[in-house]
């Protein structure tokens, strides 16, 4: 079976809910949600206006479920919506949109918009108008257990150096430990000290952990697709391990979607309640410090700033845990123009880092972010998502800035008590 | 008195000194809302007026506004002006009648042509002109007449500015105002039933001391006398604003001074000096004496559903109409709920499952 407009169509009629028909009927087309957007405010071009976005999905549910839209229809006044403009939709949809949902927060009638671009991609996807990059994205991680293919032999290579690196043993699936840890491809490729970071944090704090051989990945590119069978498919891996391992609780690492995936969209998903919690790693060092069981000596004594991922602030509500951390080890913590639930996207959220033909537009769209370092000029920026550092990386280079960009755990492990590392970093 | 004497040799012939003069200036300023370095100018162009002659036809009325006009505070300064302008027609205070009478209309029209001030009180029936008629001319072709050489018109009360009670549902005569009727000279509309005593002289100082119309709202009304509402400048507005309302007329909230609007109150929506002005020489106004406000300057007053009813409720019953449209909406509202359900039940019966392999389109 392969994917068709006629899938696609019937898709949306499926996801139209009783939210979904009440935010298109409570529009008042004010625009304010233009000015919300990063892709909308750097190029100017009302084609991104977020609520434009959905127009396929709007005429698909005025056309079906409302009076004057069955009217219409049965007229013959309203076309229907065809598989050409699907196409036309599918840089704005996927593109041109990280999910952010910036703009749900401005939206003066309470639009949840971010909510119905995840919505409208499950129909994008069923008629075959998702991104190249996404749609191997997804196949990576059914097939091999990661959108970028890493496999057990990497993350174990890994594990391995961080061992020897820091003389800490690195535990994988020791059943009854008390959190399961996941991490994003990103991290495991490109942030490996993250492993070694966390294990130095939890060891201090005497927390009992592990990893899971059979399920280690935490991204889910089945939601930022939008294919919800994907989705559940991989949160179900995760829900497995952790409950053949029977941990107590699941750790979402440095990464945005992630947590979202797991913590927010995962019980929906497979359609039961968890038997463990889940936290996102800034939550449960927060809990740590609260509890008295995370020290750090020293501070970094250069201008820090820190960068809030979308689903992990905006949609996730984790806005005060990372502050209090950075503050117990920045003597100059900083906060952008716009923050915590108004921050900024990096641009590169919500699927739009695994599609590459979005790159040019990505970076347009980082101006955004240039124009609020540049209102403070920090030394550094801190972030607790390893796609948003590494996007957020490669736009400073695009724009010829200068600027470390830190992992946030890392960060505070540096400056862990009672370890050879202490002191502060010049 | 002479015709060619001014308002200045009058009022002195009268007794009024030059002080109590400048003090009646003084507050015709204020009450004209005009600033105080406008007194003298209202003096001085007082002083030179020549008496200008008016006419006033009564049509379709109560002669209340008359008895407004002449029997509120006297004798005071406005009474005098009014016997200092030549006031050569009206049917109640002119002493001939008949033929002289009418004769004494025609001569002010003839003379002052072009020039005299034409003031009417009481609507105009257009249904059968034989309903009102004055010595054996209908209402409609005396306005037409006097109106065709007058400088401007002054309807006065709100059968002449509105059509009022006469023009009230069913309308029997088929009454009108005279703007209905008159289009082609400037008409001051001064609505009340029957409007403030000072109201209606200071419209006339007006024109005597500017030589034109003072600045009007919408329905034509000057502005310096209706640009503000009741409500705004009532004295119970705090209650108002506290929600405090009296319930019945001789509850604790009435009996406290409480705001009036649940008892049917017009305030809100009247435009009137009654709050500031106020009636029987600045005496009191109705809501005062503990009566909600009849909205009496309005148009259409008498039809607006019933004096005591918060201006909230709908004017008219509805209670059978909303019964029925609640139930056509809500089973309306059912019909297309279940269909959609059963759309919505449909898709998700269509639905296939998406996997790896569906992601790409077929041929």
Same mark, same amino acid.
């Given at each position: 079976m392969s994917a068709s407009l006629q899938r696609g169509i019937n898709a949306f009629k499926e996801q139209i809910d009783a939210p979904v028909a009440s935010f298109f009927s409570s529009c008042?087309? @004010?625009? $304010? @949600?233009a000015n919300a957007c990063l892709f909308h405010t750097e190029t100017g071009d009302p084609k991104y206006t977020p609520i434009h976005k959905l127009e396929p999905l709007r005429r698909v549910w005025q056309q079906n479920y409302t009076f004057w839209g069955r009217f219409a229809k049965a007229l013959g006044l309203s076309r229907a919506v065809t598989d050409d403009e699907l196409g036309e939709w599918e840089t704005l949809v996927y593109d041109s949109c990280t999910m952010c949902g910036r703009c749900s927060m401005v939206c003066p009638v309470g639009n949840d918009i971010a909510y119905m671009i995840r919505k409208m991609r499950e129909g994008m996807a069923a008629a075959g108008h998702a991104p190249e990059g996404l749609i191997g994205a997804s196949q990576r991680a059914v097939t091999i257990g990661s959108p970028m293919g890493v496999k057990l032999p990497a993350l174990q290579a890994q594990i391995r150096h961080t061992e020897q690196e820091t003389g800490l043993k690195i535990p994988v699936d020791v059943e009854g430990a008390e959190y399961m840890l996941l991490l994003s491809s990103m991290e495991i490729m490109n942030f490996p000290e993250f492993i070694g970071a966390i294990a130095k944090i939890l060891k201090q704090a005497g927390v009992s952990w592990t990893i899971a051989s059979e399920a280690?990945?935490?991204?889910?590119s089945g939601i930022q697709i939008g294919v919800s069978e994907i989705a559940a498919e991989l949160v179900e891996r995760v829900v497995a391990a952790a409950e053949k391992l029977k941990v107590k609780g699941v750790i979402s690492p440095e990464c945005g979607h992630a947590y979202m995936a797991i913590r927010w969209e995962g019980p929906n998903l497979i359609g039961r309640p968890y038997s463990f919690r889940v936290v996102h790693i800034m939550e449960l060092l927060d809990e740590l410090r609260e509890q008295g069981r995370l020290k750090t000596t020293g501070k970094e004594s250069q201008r820090l700033t820190y960068h809030d991922p979308c689903q992990v602030a905006r949609r996730g509500g984790v806005v005060k845990q990372p502050r209090n951390l950075l503050n117990m080890v920045a003597e100059d913590f900083v906060e952008m123009p716009e923050t915590g639930t108004m921050n900024w996207c990096c641009g590169a959220g919500g699927g739009v880092s695994a599609n590459e033909r979005a790159d040019e537009i990505r970076l347009k769209a980082f101006n955004r972010k240039k124009k609020q370092l540049d209102a403070i000029r920090p030394d550094a920026i801190v972030s607790a998502c390893s796609n948003c550092r590494i996007y957020l990386e490669d736009g400073l280079e695009e724009y010829g800035m200068d600027m470390p960009v830190l992992s946030l755990t890392e960060t505070i492990a540096e400056h862990l008590a009672g370890t050879e590392q202490t002191g502060s970093k010049e | 008195m002479s015709k060619d004497e001014t308002l200045g040799e009058a009022l002195r012939q009268q007794g009024i000194s030059r002080r109590g003069f400048l003090k009646f200036c003084a507050a015709t300023a204020s009450m004209m809302a $005009? =600033? =105080? !370095?406008m007194v003298p100018a209202i003096a001085a162009a007082l002083e030179k007026a020549r008496r200008p002659s008016v006419i006033w036809l009564s049509f379709q009325e109560c002669t209340g506004c008359t008895e407004s006009l002449t029997r509120s505070h006297s004798p005071t300064v406005e009474g005098l002006i009014f016997d200092v302008i !030549? $006031?050569?027609?009206h049917h109640t205070l002119q002493a001939a009648s008949g033929t002289a009478a009418e004769a004494a209309r025609e001569t002010a029209i003839e003379e002052n042509y072009g020039k005299y001030l034409l003031i009417v009180d009481g609507s105009i029936p257009t249904a059968n002109p034989g309903y009102s008629t004055i010595a054996g001319v209908s209402n409609v072709d005396m306005l037409k007449e006097v109106a065709k050489g007058a400088a401007a018109i002054v309807a006065v009360g709100s059968c002449a500015a509105f059509g009022g009670i006469p023009h009230a549902h069913p309308n029997p005569t088929g009454a009108v105002s005279v703007s209905d009727l008159v289009k082609d000279k400037p008409i001051i509309n001064v609505p009340g039933c029957p409007p403030i005593p000072v109201v209606i002289s200071g419209v006339l100082l007006h024109y005597l001391t500017f030589g034109a119309i003072p600045e009007l709202d919408s329905l034509s009304r000057p502005k310096a006398y209706y640009g503000q509402s009741i409500h705004d400048r009532c004295y119970r507005r705090p209650f108002y604003d506290k929600g405090l309302f009296a319930e019945g007329f001789d509850d604790e909230g009435a009996k406290k001074g409480w705001c009036l609007y649940k008892l049917g109150c017009k305030g809100p929506t009247t435009y009137n000096a009654c709050a500031t002005t106020k009636w029987n020489a600045g005496t009191s106004f109705p809501i005062e004496s503990g009566h909600p406000c009849l909205g009496c300057s309005e148009p259409d007053f008498w039809d607006g559903g019933g004096f005591y009813k918060a201006l909230s409720m709908p004017t008219e019953d509805i209670s059978r109409t909303a019964v029925y449209a609640i139930g056509a909406g809500a089973a309306a509202g059912v019909a297309l709920g279940a269909l959609n359900r059963a759309k919505k039940a449909k898709a998700t019966k269509a639905h296939e499952k998406v996997t790896i392999n569906d992601l790409e389109k077929g041929n």
């Open positions: 008042v087309r @004010c625009g $304010l @949600c280690f990945e935490a991204t889910n | $005009l =600033p =105080p !370095s !030549s $006031l050569d027609y």
